[in-house]
Every structure is written in C-alpha cells, then in structure tokens.
C-alpha cells in the first residue's frame, strides 16, 4: 500500500553535514504525518523529527538547531538535513508514515546508515 525509500546516508567526519531523503509511493494522503527514527547498535529506537499533517515539527532535544526535517508540496517526500554531525548521531535513519487516525507509525523504509566518524 505504502512504499517509503531513503537515500543520502553515508559516511561523514563529525561536524560534517548530510541531508536524507525519503521518496514516498503508493497511497500516501497530504494528511499523513511522515518522520525519522534512528537506532544505534545496541540502543533503543528513538524518535528524530517528525512532520505532521497541520505542518507541525518536533525534534529530539538531542537534535534541536542541527537537524531540520522538511516536505515537498506534494507532501510524498521527506527530507532530513542533518548538520553539526557528531559521532553519537551515528545511526540506521527510518523513514516511516503515520496515518492521521492512526495511534501508531503504520509504514517503514529499509533504512539508511549514517556513519559518522571521530
């Protein structure tokens, strides 16, 4: 029903930036909420920004004034530019969609490793 595909992690020294795109296909409604996980080896899985259908935004405290998640027009589309990099942000990013009835996140990507070095 749902297709979520990110793209753009990789390997960058800290302080570098990176930016993750999440191209959305199938049945995908302008009033879905979309955001990014990370999970670390070993860690829990948490929560990084999201986007919501009335255009809000929230930001772990651990990624505030680095990190801004954004959304084409069409609203199919999610990026994460990620900047001020530091090795704890070392992750595989999520991508994933949450209907607007929905409690939970209902749709996931593969994933994307960001690495990120010293």
């Known amino acids: 029903q749902v297709q979520l595909v990110e793209s753009g992690g990789g390997l960058v020294q800290a302080g570098g930036s990176l930016r993750l795109s999440c191209a959305g296909s199938g049945s995908i409604f302008t009033s879905d909420a979309m955001g990014w996980y990370r999970q670390a080896p070993g860690k829990q899985r948490e929560l990084v920004a999201a986007?919501?259908?009335?255009?809000?935004?929230n930001y772990a405290d651990s990624v505030k004034g680095r990190f801004t998640i954004s959304r084409d027009i069409a609203r199919r589309t999610v990026h994460l530019q990620m900047n001020s990099l530091k090795p704890e942000d070392t992750a595989v990013y999520y991508c994933?969609?949450?209907?607007?009835?929905?409690?939970?996140?209902?749709?996931w990507g593969q994933g994307t490793q960001v690495t990120v070095s010293s």
């Open positions: 994933a969609l949450r209907r607007l009835w929905s409690t939970s996140w209902d749709y």
């Open positions: 986007s919501t259908n009335d255009g809000t935004t």
